[in-house]
């Protein structure tokens, strides 16, 4: 990246063993699976998961985003990605989800994305973009995995667009 203007983080608590958890986000071609505003996904560059693969998406607004794999650390549980095609304001953006063990029978999934706003645009406006987006896909990992979601203390959240236990 040429330069990261801006930087947000956002962190879930989730019930489900960290394990299980990276099981479903390390699976590079299936962010559908878990994120609802893919409406669909595959792999189109490569077929092992490892750095160097691409995704595309299809969102449910019908825009197609084309992602890169650039890390991928499964000790860690750390996945690492760049954007390379995106409906967004931005001139370029990099996204890092990790997966941590928490309090017994909950883990702490953390997203992190450094982007490069489009000229003319606020930053925070990315941020909130971001922001929204990881709301999204932490509440589609509950979904998925049948567990509650919760935000941990230091997210910082703002126009919340989803309810984030995933609980009736």
């Not at 931005?90 to 996204?95: A, Y």
Request: charged share 25%; hydrophobic share 40%.
């Amino acid at each position: 990246m040429t330069q990261s203007h801006g930087e947000v983080r956002f962190a879930a608590e989730i019930a489900a063993d960290a394990n299980r958890i990276w099981s479903k986000i390390r699976d590079f071609g299936r962010v559908a699976d878990w994120n609802p505003i893919a409406s669909s996904s595959h792999l189109v560059v490569g077929s092992d998961i490892k750095p160097g693969i691409e995704r595309e998406l299809l969102t449910t607004d019908g825009s197609s985003v084309l992602e890169r794999l650039t890390g991928l650390d499964d000790r860690a549980r750390r996945l690492d990605y760049e954007m390379l095609s995106f409906p967004i304001p931005v001139t370029e953006q990099r996204n890092e989800i990790r997966v941590d063990p928490a309090e017994a029978g909950w883990s702490l999934v953390t997203f992190v994305s450094r982007y490069v706003p489009a000229e003319g645009v606020a930053g925070e406006d990315i941020a909130d973009i971001n922001r929204n987006a990881f709301v999204a896909a932490a509440a589609g990992l509950g979904r998925l995995l049948e567990a509650e979601v919760r935000l941990s203390a230091g997210s910082k959240e703002r126009n919340p667009s989803l309810p984030i236990s995933s609980r009736s």
